[in-house]
């Protein structure tokens, strides 16, 4: 029986990038994963139109302007959000020495170096190296598996 498995494969790509990044995976109808779904998907549509490539080619003048281009700094917002979020609630409970994700390394080496000035390692590079991740990873790994399934079902012997 046809199915479409995008949903299962952003579902499957976005839970291995938050066990790395966060240390757990979520269960497919968990209420935080889900609006992390949401908002990722809802970007990945308005990063893809016109609007957004015109924003980003004139954002300093088209941010004072009224549009639909004026989700996109709206979604990443609420991405980042997310994002800082986890990093307090791991802050909060940070244990030197025994790192549990990708943000616990990131937050250890910012107090190793939070006498550094020209240190690379601060909360701005933490949230958009984390946001960095989801979107790199998510869709263009789910898109790959997506046409690599399709070409196997094209071309049977192969499997």
Same mark, same amino acid.
């Not at 954002?59 to 991405?79: S, V």
């Given at each position: 029986?046809?199915?479409?498995?995008?949903?299962?494969?952003?579902?499957?790509?976005?839970?291995?990038?938050?066990?790395?990044?966060?240390?757990?995976?979520?269960?497919? @109808? #968990?209420?935080?994963?889900?609006? %992390? &779904? /949401?908002?990722?998907? $809802?970007?990945?549509?308005?990063? !893809?139109?016109?609007?957004?490539?015109?924003?980003?080619?004139?954002?300093?003048?088209?941010?004072?302007?009224?549009?639909?281009?004026?989700?996109?700094?709206?979604?990443?917002?609420?991405?980042?959000?997310?994002?800082?979020?986890?990093?307090?609630?791991?802050?909060?409970?940070?244990?030197?020495?025994?790192? @549990? #994700?990708?943000?616990?390394?990131? %937050? &250890? /080496?910012?107090?190793? $170096?939070?006498?550094?000035?020209? !240190?690379?390692?601060?909360?701005?590079?933490?949230?958009?190296?984390?946001?960095?991740?989801?979107?790199?990873?998510?869709?263009?790994?789910?898109?790959?598996?997506?046409?690599?399934?399709?070409?196997?079902?094209?071309?049977?012997?192969?499997?």
């Amino acid at each position: 029986q046809p199915f479409d498995p995008t949903y299962l494969l952003s579902c499957a790509v976005s839970n291995v990038i938050c066990s790395v990044v966060f240390g757990n995976r979520f269960d497919y @109808r #968990d209420k935080e994963f889900l609006e %992390l &779904l /949401q908002i990722m998907n $809802e970007s990945f549509r308005e990063i !893809s139109t016109p609007w957004s490539q015109l924003y980003e080619m004139g954002e300093t003048f088209l941010k004072y302007l009224p549009g639909p281009h004026t989700k996109i700094p709206r979604l990443l917002g609420r991405m980042r959000s997310f994002i800082a979020r986890r990093v307090r609630r791991n802050a909060e409970t940070l244990e030197p020495g025994l790192p @549990r #994700d990708f943000i616990d390394c990131f %937050l &250890l /080496q910012m107090e190793k $170096e939070k006498d550094n000035p020209s !240190s690379e390692f601060n909360l701005e590079n933490l949230e958009l190296t984390t946001l960095n991740l989801f979107f790199a990873g998510t869709e263009t790994v789910s898109s790959t598996l997506r046409y690599g399934f399709l070409m196997l079902m094209k071309h049977p012997a192969v499997q």
